[in-house]
């Protein structure tokens, strides 16, 4: 179930307990191989769910499948069993692992967008996304997760990175503790929410009759193809150009 409830402490618990997979030297037992360099040496946040940090933890990757090739976006990537009507890709990943994924790799969080009393844009550190899958004639395909997606208004495709806000936390009425990306399974959006992990670092309107964003059909590979979403922060993958 998505709307599982996380307290405050789960929460330390868990991402410590995340820091401690990264640490391993065995690659998760799970029966899918993620499209990168070395696969044999990633280290995994969990024993089972498809998400890994590199060796050298400056990257996170995560596999997912195409869900959406043509309509309206408001994500660029959302939980199985949640938002695949909107969005291009979905990962069978807990959100909180997310999370925790992008920490070990040193990502520092901002906050989501808000609302009242004025509009203040997401913040925190910026992260780059590669997506990679393999084509038709076996070959590695790789392209930046922007390529995907076009604006509606001028075709051109998304050219800035996200920005780890870290989705809304808090109590609920009665006061249970709650982390909102696993009550949405919003992890990645390309419309404003407060309930995902990565946002757009600019407005970006969440209103169904003007949403900005849409797929870049041609560059998407077939629904249900496998894909490989590597996460670095933008700030390394600068520093290595220099």
């Known amino acids: 179930m998505i709307g599982q409830r996380l307290s405050v402490f789960g929460l330390f618990v868990l991402l410590g307990a995340a820091t401690l997979f990264a640490d391993e030297s065995d690659v998760a037992k799970s029966e899918v191989i993620p499209l990168c360099d070395s696969p044999e040496t990633l280290k995994p946040l969990d024993p089972t769910e498809p998400i890994w940090v590199t060796a050298d933890r400056t990257s996170l990757v995560i596999v997912g499948k195409i869900t959406l090739r043509e309509g309206l976006l408001e994500f660029f990537a959302c939980r199985v069993g949640s938002k695949e009507y909107e969005s291009i890709v979905a990962v069978d990943v807990k959100p909180y692992l997310i999370h925790a994924g992008l920490?070990?790799?040193?990502?520092?969080?901002?906050?989501?967008?808000?609302?009242?009393?004025?509009?203040?844009?997401?913040?925190?550190?910026?992260?780059?996304?590669f997506v990679r899958w393999k084509g038709e004639g076996g070959e590695t395909c790789e392209l930046p997760a922007g390529e995907l997606i076009r604006s509606v208004e001028t075709g051109k495709t998304?050219?800035?990175?996200?920005?780890?806000?870290?989705?809304?936390?808090?109590?609920?009425?009665?006061?249970?503790?709650?982390?909102?990306?696993?009550?949405?399974?919003?992890?990645?959006?390309?419309?404003?929410?407060?309930?995902?992990?990565?946002?757009?670092p600019f407005e970006s309107t969440a209103d169904n009759e003007n949403l900005a964003f849409e797929p870049n059909t041609e560059k998407i590979p077939p629904l249900e193809t496998e894909v490989t979403l590597i996460l670095t922060r933008a700030e390394i993958e600068s520093d290595e150009k220099e």
């Open 158 to 200: 998304l050219s800035s990175p996200w920005v780890f806000t870290g989705s809304v936390s808090g109590k609920d009425q009665k006061g249970n503790p709650y982390y909102m990306a696993n009550i949405t399974g919003e992890l990645i959006g390309v419309s404003n929410f407060a309930a995902t992990i990565l946002d757009v």
């Open 103 to 129: 920490l070990v790799i040193g990502a520092k969080k901002g906050h989501p967008v808000r609302f009242n009393p004025e509009f203040v844009p997401p913040d925190g550190d910026k992260i780059n996304i």
